[in-house]
């Protein structure tokens, strides 16, 4: 089930703590730190991790000791050769990208033993299957003519980068720990004696607390160094797009982390043969409600006292209230409907006529209601005009169109002189806003926690498709991005449950309204408890899960 019960804390007005520390600059709210125009943020896995692939590399096959002593050399080599102004670490494979011609050659004749050995397979292996990679001159002529390198190559590639894509892991940190020793060594770094005898600490990592404040303390010093620093992306955007290339993208289901998660009571339901079962049970359940309800509705209204010198009151809030029992019974009865985001759609639909149910009830008076029934009447005469427009033009279907203009303007004309008729195209309600009015009826909650949240599976924001519609690539050579989802949704019945409460609030106050009657609806209860014994652990009756009232 949906988590009603934390929708149902509004207070009654206390100092919002939400977004607290956020600035708003026009209709957005920034954190601290997006106050600041000229900060730059450096990614990890789509920029650093790739960067620091030649020593992932270099570890996973000569073990991290001798990668360290590799690495190191390597960087003393370039630090000998190069001028005083580019010394530095040498841990970016871009770094190596800026030698000039004469320096490699340099470089290339000290580079022997271990260190040959170490640079051909690793840097060697990455050049294979990455042509333009920056390293590519500290590869022996030899190595790169005789040696072979199957798909298993670029499985080790991919390892590399997969056992490291968690910055926090072990691996990444000794590979971290590793790019800032380098950097300490060439004198490019100011750091405290006791940072720098913490470094051994890499070896218990992350087992001890005194290790992970290490790492927390590296991490943040690279941050700061490399991202100072580099400033091209080249290397990193010619790797992921290369990759592209040459090896194709991963669907896979070890996508959890990414991947939104709606828990429901339906995922309890073992073995899972038995979930159509248990359909079908809710589904006869569904059919009986309809029944009762709509017997309740018809007893409710019997006792209700209408005006018919002034109907309009009644006329509208008995129409809403049958709004949402038509949804309510739409849903229950069809399981189609029990799945995301149509369930979801719907349930906000409910709840954008419960708002106005509830604000119409206790705010509005006469005018109100009249302007309710204008807006709409009025939004009927505007498509009348833009088939009028049509209609005179020459089209097979300008006979039903013309007869379509007819009726329409005939059922408008029944309740209103067509030209006495204006046409709002603001929101109606004279321009007040769905969220003004939920906070004057006195559920600004069930607007925050309700209505806003599903309007993105309304309007299809980011937060919905990459919930819904898409999967991450799962292939570590590829970065981050997202591959097209087409899963078969599980039922949920988590908004089913909100769609009967919802239903069953809205049929409480309009009871109230009409009999000054405190009704609860049976229909409602009924349901609930039936659904309660299927499970043996009921979906809560969410008492006024969103009302303060
Ligand atoms: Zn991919």
Redesign the pocket.
Known sequence: MSDKKSRNTQSKKPKSEVLKGHKKVGTKYLPPFMTYPKLETISWGQDMLLEFLWLALLSDQRGYRVAVQNAIKLSDIMNTVVEESRKRGFNLASDFDEALQGERDEVMSKIDGGLRKSLDSCVGLITKFYPEFPMKWLVSEKWMKEASVGLDGLEQIKNAIRTRRDRTSKLAMECQVLAFVMEGNAGKLTVNSEIARDLNLVSEYPESDESRKMAAQVRAALNALLGHRKKSRTWPNYFLRH??EI????YGSESKDFEKSYPDVMDAVEPKEAVMTVVNKIFEFGEQFENMAQMEFKNMWNDARVDLANPTRHDVIIGLLARNLQLVCDVVQNPGLWIMPISAIIVRCMIETQIRLAWLIKCGNDTDFKDYIEYGLGQEKLYVEHLKRLSVEDRLDKKQIIEDIEGREKWISAQRSTFLLAVDIGGGNKGKDLRVMADEAGILDMHRLGYSPLSSAVHGHWNTIAGLNLTP???P??GR?W?PALPKRPISLSFLFDAVNCYSECFELVSLSFTCKEIESKAVQSYLEQIREVFNSPPERNEGSYSTT
């Open positions: 990759s592209f090896s194709p993208c991963e690539c799962l292939n050579l590829h991005h591959l």
